[in-house]
Each structure stands twice: as structure tokens, then as C-alpha cells.
T-cell receptor, first 111, second 114 residues
Framework: SQQGEEDPQALSIQEGENATMNCSYK?????LQWYRQNSGRGLVHLIL?????REKHSGRLRVTLDTSKKSSSLLITASRAADTASYFC???????????FGKGTRLHILP | KAGVTQTPRYLIKTRGQQVTLSCSPI?????VSWYQQTPGQGLQFLFE???????NKGNFPGRFSGRQFSNSRSEMNVSTLELGDSALYLC?????????????FGSGTQLSVL
């Protein structure tokens, strides 16, 4: 079963614009992570935010977390063609610490 | 350090057959997780092994099984293959010392069931 749900399912923007993806989840968590996947390959970890943090930055990435709304957002600023990929949020669900992924947002950067 | 290695990269099987996929984690990582990825369902958690013990299990039928060896390498087996088992199977390892929950993924095994 999915713990996280990303929104939108797909997003196309012009190169240079900012891209925002959202993730909602169902249960309480210890942390939330974002991953990127390029066309049928393995996922690459982008950033982790803990439940007691509200915002985190890494290069052109900005992640926010609102535990009261059980939601997170990933902002990619000044998008580049190389950012074209699928983006997944992942949460550690229940006390077993297994990491559960959403269905992802497909991001396409237009030249 | 070498990354997570999955073999084989591609597999073609027919219905009713069985298949074994292999995963070698990053050196020093004792946790290995397996995921099934399909276009409609996204990534579905199969199971996680830690120090040769299954620590967590997803909602898959008993045809899906796995094991982990003393060197942390893991295998997953699918018996009596069905067409719906066609998917990208991803393996991921993590360090799990302290509070490091980050997963490192292999490139996956693309399984096609005909």
C-alpha cells in the first residue's frame, strides 16, 4: 500500500522556471525523504527532512514539511534539462521503519 | 565504495517458471530492501532483510520470497510466475547505524513474463 501520494502526477515547465511537487502521507512519521529516478533506473536520494524540522535546503532544492497537515513539498529552483525525471517522496511508516514510496511525479523540463 | 549491484539486468521468463534475482549491497551495509515497480502501482515494498533476518514484509503473496546471506548479499525468488509479475525489481541497501535512513538503490532487474 502507498503511504505517500505525490501531486501532480506529471508536470511540464520551461527551463529556468521553478518546479514544485507535493506529497501527502497518512500516518505519523519519523522523517520524509525525496528521491529522483531517471527513466527506468535506480532511485537517487535527494534530501531527508526529520519530523521536527520545517524546512531544509540543498543546492537548488528546498523541502518543507507540515506534520499537522501530513504534507511536504519539494521545490526545484531554476530548473535545467537534466532535472527531467520522476520524483518520489518516501516515509518511514509505523514502528517497523520500512520505507514506503508514493507513486511519483513525472517532471519534464522543456528547452 | 562500489554501489549496489543487481544481477541480471534483464530477464525474460514464461508463465509458471520461477526466477531468482540477486543483490549485492554497498560494503558495510547490513540492510537490504526489495521493491517492485510497475507503471500503474509505483514502488511497492516487498521485504527488508537485516543481518540475515527478514525485518519487514509487504503485502505480496507467498510466491515472493527472499533471503540474505552472511555477507549481506540478498536474493529474491518468485515462483510460479504470472504475467502481472512483469516489473522492474529494485534493491536498496542502507547503513542503519545511528539515524541514517537513506537508501542506496541498484539499477534494477527488468523482468518480463510472457
Amino acid at each position: 500500500s502507498q503511504q505517500g501520494e505525490e501531486d501532480p502526477q506529471a508536470l511540464s515547465i520551461q527551463e529556468g522556471e521553478n518546479a514544485t511537487m507535493n506529497c501527502s502521507y497518512k500516518t505519523s512519521i519519523n522523517n520524509l525523504q525525496w528521491y529522483r529516478q531517471n527513466s527506468g533506473r535506480g532511485l537517487v536520494h535527494l534530501i531527508l527532512i526529520r519530523s521536527n524540522e520545517r524546512e531544509k535546503h540543498s543546492g537548488r532544492l528546498r523541502v518543507t514539511l507540515d506534520t499537522s497537515k501530513k504534507s511536504s513539498s519539494l521545490l526545484i529552483t531554476a530548473s535545467r534539462a537534466a532535472d527531467t525525471a520522476s520524483y518520489f517522496c518516501a516515509t518511514d511508516a509505523d514502528r517497523d521503519d520500512k520505507i514506503i514510496f508514493g507513486k511519483g511525479t513525472r517532471l519534464h523540463i522543456l528547452p | 565504495k562500489a554501489g549496489v549491484t543487481q544481477t541480471p539486468r534483464y530477464l525474460i521468463k514464461t508463465r509458471g517458471q520461477q526466477v531468482t534475482l540477486s543483490c549485492s549491497p554497498i560494503s558495510g551495509h547490513r540492510s537490504v530492501s526489495w521493491y517492485q515497480q510497475t507503471p500503474g502501482q509505483g514502488l511497492q515494498f516487498l521485504f527488508e532483510y537485516f543481518s540475515e533476518t527478514q525485518r519487514n514484509k509487504g503485502n505480496f503473496p507467498g510466491r515472493f520470497s527472499g533471503r540474505q546471506f552472511s555477507n549481506s548479499r540478498s536474493e529474491m525468488n518468485v515462483s510460479t510466475l504470472e504475467l502481472g509479475d512483469s516489473a522492474l525489481y529494485l534493491c536498496a541497501s542502507r547503513d542503519w547505524t545511528g539515524s541514517n535512513e537513506k537508501l542506496f538503490f541498484g539499477s534494477g532487474t527488468q523482468l518480463s513474463v510472457l
